[in-house]
């Protein structure tokens, strides 16, 4: 992979040397596609995932980092 170098200028340095995108690009293949609902077996796993991807939002006992350990 041959990496892309970008002349930019760089305040109080003039014209500098930049790494660009070092990234493959690629896309997904294969028919189950985004199909998350279907991998999830029953009732209980999709509550499961729900509750898990909300956690940070209406969880109790964790402590994100906009959340106060005592409340105001």
Known sequence: ???QIEEKEAPGRGKTKVLGSTFEEGK???EDLG???????????ILK???EGE????????YGSE??????
């Open 55 to 62: 956690r940070y939002w209406f969880g109790k006992e964790w």
């Open 49 to 51: 995932y729900l509750e």
């Open 1 to 3: 992979m041959e990496y």
């Open 35 to 45: 199909k998350w609902r279907q991998k999830l077996r029953d009732r209980k796993e």
């Open 67 to 72: 959340k106060r350990k005592v409340p105001a």
């Open 28 to 30: 997904p293949q294969g």
